[in-house]
């Protein structure tokens, strides 16, 4: 279990496809969920959380630890959405 997450996140710190496919399948719905329950709209918060994960893909950006990243992301969300 420890060797998937530590591989899962150097393939989200090294642009790995299948890493980001994983990305999608694990974190994908719940954060559009969590962003729904903070705006109140599923389109503009499927929007949002596309483009958080696209700024992830873009930055250079390098995660160690599995919590770490899980805090970036709803962090991000979070902030994206209080933008709106």
Do not use: S
């Not at 999608?24 to 959380?49: E, M």
């Not at 483009?51 to 991000?76: C, D, G, M, S, T």
């Amino acid at each position: 279990m420890k060797n998937d997450i530590l591989n899962f996140l150097a393939g989200i710190n090294t642009k790995d496809a299948k890493a980001w496919e994983k990305l999608y399948d694990d974190y994908y719905i719940p954060l559009c969920h969590y962003a729904v329950r903070i705006l109140n709209d599923h389109d503009q918060a499927v929007n949002l959380v596309q483009a958080v994960i696209v700024r992830l893909w873009e930055k250079p950006l390098y995660f160690e630890h599995i919590a770490e990243f899980n805090v970036y992301l709803y962090r991000a969300v979070h902030n994206n959405c209080l933008k709106e």
